[in-house]
């Protein structure tokens, strides 16, 4: 299984889905592409969370300012051509998204969804309530249903909003749903026990 995981925004908690569900399942981990960071960056978050277990691919390209990825390329005179972007050969990958679909991969009009498109990529869509949310996360549904890209749950970060998350049941386009707490204490702990409860549910076993 390959498969994406994308957020409806920056900072809604993709990379600790990232690290319960390749702790859950033995997915192996793929950045494309990762702005803010050259060494403290979320495939090293990914492999310090889950105890060095995790196989993690290289990303393709890496870019220090945390901004969008064609801004970050920009200031740094990198120019980012998709068609050189290979996927790791492998059949059991979790590949994560930066910031929100619409996300621009470069000034050439290349998107994330662009990405997922391209390589046939099904998503699991993280969603975390904030003011905007519902608008964001049905937003989100309504252009993966759009470009024809499956949709295979979404998971919610954070306690239970039950008025925000009726309306996203109601007009969302799937039945799959699951939810992951936050936590004060990010640590390996956490991870394995937030993945022993994945891993009993039937989140992907639906798929």
């Known amino acids: 299984m390959r498969f994406a995981i994308s957020g409806i925004s920056t900072d809604v908690?993709?990379?600790?889905?990232?690290?319960?569900?390749?702790?859950?399942y033995g997915f192996e981990y793929w950045k494309p592409i990762?702005?803010?960071?050259?060494?403290?960056?979320?495939?090293f978050t990914i492999d310090e969370l889950t105890n060095k277990t995790t196989i993690i691919h290289p990303c393709s390209c890496s870019l220090k300012e945390p901004l969008s990825p064609h801004a970050a390329a920009e200031l740094e005179g990198v120019t980012i051509n998709p068609d050189t972007i290979k996927i790791p050969d492998s059949n059991h990958l979790l590949v994560e998204m930066a910031g929100g679909l619409m996300v621009p991969f470069n000034n050439e009009g290349y998107l994330f969804s662009d990405f997922l498109v391209q390589h046939k990529l099904p998503t699991v869509l993280v969603s975390r309530h904030y003011l905007g949310s519902i608008n964001h996360t049905?937003?989100?549904v309504e252009l993966l249903k759009k470009l024809k890209i499956p949709l295979l749950g979404i998971v919610f970060v954070g306690d239970e909003h039950k008025t925000?998350?009726?309306a996203i049941r109601k007009n969302a386009n799937t039945s799959n749903f699951y939810r992951i707490p936050i936590t004060s204490s990010l640590n390996t702990s956490f991870i394995e026990k937030e993945a022993l409860k994945l891993k009993s549910s039937s989140f992907l076993k639906n798929i």
């Open 13 to 24: 908690g993709k990379t600790i889905v990232s690290a319960i569900f390749c702790k859950a």
């Open 138 to 140: 049905l937003l989100s």
């Open 164 to 166: 925000t998350e009726a």
């Open 34 to 43: 990762q702005s803010g960071s050259l060494t403290d960056d979320d495939s």
